[in-house]
């Protein structure tokens, strides 16, 4: 009955499996292999089973699969003096993980021994408390700092360090290294909440509260309060929500001439979005990058890039370390529960892994602050564990190069952890960008008083403060350059200018998305408006991105567009997904236009858009006392009643569940956000409804809906309503 919704592991997948045209045709293939899976145990050989809540291809599922492979090569795991036992993979595909309780039927039917993930909060939130049922260890990638403090059930274990401890080392490393008292923060979704006041706490602490706050919520607000930022002038700006929105509002602070220090926890995946040398110097947090310089992480960048032909995350990392865990708490004698919370230091792809040491579960509190370079790719700066930093001394897992030996002539070395290169030789000056601890340069100018050094920093003069660096050479011989005679912001900042005359400037002038909401597994349209605005024809070019959740590839060439001409393309696809996400359109992206420096800055258009379930009816409806509401309208049954019980309230009639939902509105509602686990109420008393609150229904015939309360007493209740189909 279950057998489409897993695959066992195949020690030889075909590179063909990442190809979108022959993947369907392999996957077919490995289903009719599910039965072969136990052919081991012919030879006398016992498999041991891990299921993984991933696609086959997915990046927990790859890390984990290249550490089975190198531990089954090697023998297997040691469960006994005389006994060796194989372990097996077992993915879990999205579709199975939509049906919690029929999963933890099928997993217990597999006899599986542990499980691997959920990756994201969300769906670790939702499928834990049911997978706990399995009685086995879960080990998750997910960083929500409730998971483990909520459990009860001592099953469930961490595989990176936690929100709040990323967040404990980023402040350390702000506030005590480099010695920051004035970090603003930009929130640009509620998700982020938890990780912002991870940071917030900490930096508090440390006696540097974030200030201001920013919450952006509306990509229209960007422009707005990114002009805010800049009035503030904060040393750093911290920012959180999804890419998108984050790299508009950095665009906007570059655009604006703001040289302080950009911060995003998920620096690489922002550094991949922004034009090259634009993304140098943004600061991040990770618990893995495949920067790493120690012998493990290279050898196992290699592997997986030999395997998959594409370089591994730090869930890929993730995956691999909670394999190596399992296989080393296996081979202990007792349970595999005890023997993971009773794990010595085990070696990691994330350094020292220490279980025992840990509460609620945790296996590490390892976190690297990373530094992109111009080309976006992550360079490890510091290391942090437990919230204090460390060196490779203390722990040789993580190798730092040393400094290379330096030829004649006068050189500085950078002693701290970052040190910042300014325009001019005062702290009144731009920063200009950031060199790391170890990074050597050539000095080609000095101040009068020798307190500031001048070298070439990406093409323009760059002073550091000398009492922060190390000199080798005399600066006597070095001649004195006189400083810049007023502050002035670095050539490379990008300034606001008029398109250049007799140049094409190509703009995406507006998306309009139909239908709106996008209907899950219908075909939808964006109608894409694209204008000339420069003083010269095109040529034909391209327009289109590639879009969450699924990474939908939509393309449309454009004719030749003279000055001031428009142009409307369709790009229409299929989504199979619920939801609301931000997409970035991107016009020329074949760089067919030679629109000049000015106008290749306006090429990215972002795009909000919902997905969502077909709605079977709404409508809006009031409720007198005793009055009941039948969601679909099918006159069937009833779904709440108001005052049905005699208490004035909102009851849930047959069997129908009721509960709160919070942090959206109706309009931006969508399917998924009504989690049937979260209804579990009967009744919701009027002292719980205001105008605006929303509540969550599974109706009597098994349907998601959601009422939005418009006006209410105690004798009547108004409410605007939806209702999807198909459970």
Same mark, same amino acid.
């Given at each position: 009955?279950?057998?489409?919704?897993?695959?066992?592991?195949?020690?030889?997948?075909? #590179?063909?499996?990442?190809?979108?045209?022959?993947?369907?045709?392999?996957?077919?293939?490995?289903?009719?292999?599910?039965?072969?899976?136990?052919?081991?145990?012919?030879?006398?050989?016992?498999?041991?089973?891990?299921?993984?809540?991933?696609?086959?291809?997915?990046?927990?599922?790859?890390?984990?699969?290249? /550490?089975?492979?190198?531990?089954?090569?090697?023998?297997?795991?040691?469960?006994?003096?005389?006994?060796?036992?194989?372990?097996?993979?077992?993915?879990?595909?999205?579709?199975?993980?939509?049906?919690?309780?029929?999963?933890?039927?099928?997993?217990? /039917?597999?006899?599986?021994?542990?499980? %691997?993930?959920?990756?994201?909060?969300?769906?670790?939130?939702? %499928?834990?408390?049911?997978?706990?049922?399995?009685?086995?260890?879960?080990?998750?990638?997910?960083? =929500?700092?409730?998971?483990?403090?909520?459990?009860?059930?001592?099953?469930?274990?961490?595989?990176?360090?936690?929100?709040?401890?990323?967040?404990?080392?980023?402040?350390?490393?702000?506030?005590?290294?480099?010695?920051?008292?004035?970090?603003?923060?930009?929130?640009?979704?509620?998700?982020?909440?938890?990780?912002?006041?991870?940071? /917030?706490?900490?930096?508090?602490?440390?006696?540097?509260?974030?200030?201001?706050?920013?919450?952006?919520?509306?990509?229209?607000?960007?422009?707005?309060?990114?002009?805010?930022?800049?009035?503030?002038?904060?040393?750093?700006?911290?920012?959180?929500?999804?890419?998108?929105?984050?790299?508009?509002?950095?665009?906007? !602070?570059?655009?604006?001439?703001? @040289?302080?220090?950009?911060?995003?926890?998920?620096?690489?995946?922002?550094?991949?979005?922004?034009?090259?040398?634009?993304?140098?110097?943004?600061?991040?947090?990770?618990?893995?990058?495949?920067?790493?310089?120690?012998?493990?992480?290279?050898?196992?960048?290699?592997?997986?890039?030999?395997?998959?032909?594409?370089?591994?995350?730090?869930?890929?990392?993730?995956?691999?370390?909670?394999?190596?865990?399992?296989?080393?708490?296996?081979?202990?004698?007792?349970?595999?529960?005890?023997?993971?919370?009773?794990?010595?230091? +085990?070696?990691?792809?994330?350094?020292?892994?220490?279980?025992?040491?840990?509460?609620?579960?945790?296996?590490?509190?390892?976190?690297?602050?990373?530094?992109?370079?111009?080309?976006?790719? $992550?360079?490890?700066?510091?290391?942090?564990? &437990?919230?204090?930093?460390?060196?490779?001394?203390?722990?040789?897992?993580?190798?730092?190069?040393?400094?290379?030996?330096?030829?004649?002539?006068?050189?500085?070395?950078?002693?701290?952890?970052?040190?910042?290169?300014?325009?001019?030789?005062?702290?009144?000056?731009?920063?200009?960008?950031?060199?790391?601890?170890?990074?050597?340069?050539?000095?080609?100018?000095?101040?009068?008083?020798?307190?500031?050094?001048?070298?070439?920093?990406?093409?323009?003069?760059?002073?550091?403060?000398?009492? %922060?660096?190390?000199?080798?050479?005399?600066?006597?011989?070095?001649?004195?350059?006189?400083? $810049?005679?007023?502050?002035?912001?670095?050539?490379?900042?990008?300034?606001?200018?008029?398109?250049?005359?007799?140049?094409?400037?190509?703009?995406?002038? *507006?998306?309009?998305?139909?239908?709106? $909401?996008?209907?899950?597994?219908?075909?939808?349209?964006?109608?894409?408006?694209?204008?000339?605005?420069?003083?010269?024809?095109?040529?034909?070019?391209?327009?289109?991105?590639?879009?969450?959740?699924? @990474?939908?590839?939509?393309?449309?060439?454009?004719? +030749?567009?003279?000055?001031?001409?428009?142009?409307?393309?369709?790009? =229409?696809?299929?989504?199979?997904?619920?939801?609301?996400?931000?997409?970035? !359109?991107?016009?020329?992206?074949?760089?067919?236009?030679?629109?000049?420096?000015?106008?290749?800055?306006?090429?990215?258009?972002?795009?909000?858009? *919902?997905?969502? &379930?077909?709605?079977?009816?709404?409508?809006?409806?009031?409720?007198?006392?005793?009055?009941?509401?039948?969601?679909?309208?099918?006159?069937?049954?009833?779904?709440?009643?108001?005052?049905?019980?005699?208490?004035?309230?909102?009851?849930?009639?047959?069997?129908?569940?009721?509960?709160?939902?919070?942090?959206?509105? !109706?309009?931006?509602?969508?399917?998924?956000?009504? @989690?049937?686990?979260?209804?579990?109420?009967?009744?919701?008393?009027? +002292?719980?409804?205001?105008?605006?609150?929303?509540?969550?229904?599974?109706?009597?015939?098994?349907?998601?809906?959601?009422?939005?309360?418009?006006?209410?007493?105690?004798?009547?209740?108004?409410?605007?309503? #939806?209702?999807?189909?198909?459970?």
């Amino acid at each position: 009955m279950y057998n489409e919704m897993y695959l066992p592991d195949i020690q030889q997948r075909d #590179k063909a499996m990442r190809n979108p045209r022959t993947k369907l045709i392999c996957i077919l293939l490995l289903v009719l292999l599910v039965p072969l899976s136990g052919l081991s145990a012919q030879n006398d050989i016992p498999t041991l089973t891990i299921a993984v809540i991933d696609d086959p291809s997915g990046p927990l599922m790859d890390g984990a699969r290249l /550490a089975v492979r190198q531990i089954n090569a090697d023998g297997g795991v040691a469960i006994t003096a005389t006994t060796t036992a194989q372990l097996n993979l077992l993915p879990v595909l999205d579709t199975a993980r939509d049906n919690p309780e029929g999963l933890v039927a099928a997993l217990q /039917a597999q006899d599986v021994i542990a499980v %691997l993930g959920p990756i994201t909060n969300d769906e670790a939130i939702s %499928l834990i408390p049911q997978l706990v049922a399995l009685g086995v260890p879960i080990i998750t990638p997910a960083t =929500s700092d409730t998971l483990l403090t909520s459990d009860a059930s001592g099953l469930v274990f961490r595989s990176r360090a936690s929100d709040v401890v990323q967040g404990q080392a980023l402040a350390a490393f702000l506030i005590q290294e480099l010695g920051l008292r004035t970090i603003a923060t930009a929130q640009m979704d509620i998700a982020s909440t938890a990780q912002l006041l991870g940071f /917030a706490t900490s930096a508090s602490t440390l006696g540097a509260a974030p200030s201001p706050t920013l919450f952006i919520s509306d990509a229209s607000e960007i422009a707005t309060q990114a002009d805010q930022l800049i009035a503030a002038n904060p040393e750093a700006i911290l920012a959180y929500g999804d890419v998108p929105s984050v790299a508009s509002l950095y665009a906007a !602070l570059k655009a604006g001439a703001w @040289n302080g220090l950009f911060i995003y926890p998920d620096a690489a995946r922002l550094g991949s979005v922004l034009p090259d040398g634009l993304s140098s110097g943004i600061l991040g947090t990770t618990t893995w990058a495949y920067t790493f310089t120690d012998t493990l992480s290279i050898n196992f960048v290699n592997l997986h890039v030999r395997t998959y032909g594409e370089i591994p995350s730090e869930l890929a990392a993730a995956g691999y370390d909670s394999i190596r865990m399992l296989a080393e708490a296996l081979a202990q004698p007792n349970d595999l529960r005890t023997n993971l919370l009773t794990l010595p230091e +085990a070696r990691g792809l994330q350094g020292v892994l220490d279980p025992s040491t840990l509460a609620n579960g945790e296996t590490t509190e390892n976190v690297a602050i990373t530094r992109l370079n111009e080309f976006g790719a $992550p360079e490890v700066i510091a290391l942090y564990r &437990r919230g204090e930093p460390f060196t490779a001394a203390q722990d040789p897992v993580v190798i730092v190069p040393t400094a290379t030996p330096l030829p004649d002539g006068t050189f500085v070395t950078i002693t701290s952890t970052l040190q910042n290169v300014r325009s001019g030789p005062s702290m009144d000056y731009p920063i200009l960008g950031q060199l790391n601890e170890g990074d050597q340069a050539e000095v080609v100018g000095r101040s009068i008083d020798s307190q500031w050094v001048v070298i070439e920093f990406i093409g323009d003069p760059g002073w550091l403060a000398v009492d %922060l660096l190390e000199i080798t050479g005399s600066l006597a011989d070095v001649p004195v350059v006189a400083p $810049p005679t007023t502050p002035v912001p670095p050539t490379s900042a990008v300034q606001p200018t008029a398109t250049p005359a007799g140049t094409p400037d190509v703009i995406i002038q *507006s998306a309009v998305v139909n239908p709106t $909401p996008i209907i899950s597994g219908q075909t939808f349209t964006i109608a894409v408006t694209v204008t000339n605005i420069g003083a010269a024809p095109t040529g034909t070019f391209s327009v289109g991105g590639t879009f969450a959740p699924s @990474n939908l590839f939509l393309s449309g060439q454009v004719p +030749a567009l003279a000055p001031g001409q428009s142009l409307v393309v369709n790009l =229409s696809g299929v989504f199979i997904a619920n939801g609301q996400f931000t997409s970035s !359109l991107i016009i020329d992206s074949n760089n067919q236009v030679n629109e000049g420096a000015v106008g290749e800055q306006n090429n990215i258009y972002n795009l909000t858009y *919902s997905i969502d &379930r077909a709605i079977l009816r709404q409508a809006s409806q009031t409720l007198n006392l005793g009055d009941t509401l039948d969601l679909e309208g099918n006159g069937v049954q009833g779904d709440v009643n108001w005052n049905a019980d005699g208490g004035v309230g909102l009851d849930g009639l047959f069997g129908a569940k009721l509960g709160i939902v919070s942090g959206v509105d !109706l309009n931006a509602i969508t399917y998924d956000a009504i @989690n049937p686990a979260n209804l579990t109420r009967d009744s919701i008393p009027r +002292a719980e409804m205001f105008p605006g609150t929303l509540i969550g229904v599974r109706t009597a015939d098994g349907n998601r809906g959601v009422l939005r309360v418009d006006a209410v007493s105690d004798t009547q209740i108004t409410v605007t309503f #939806k209702v999807y189909s198909g459970g």
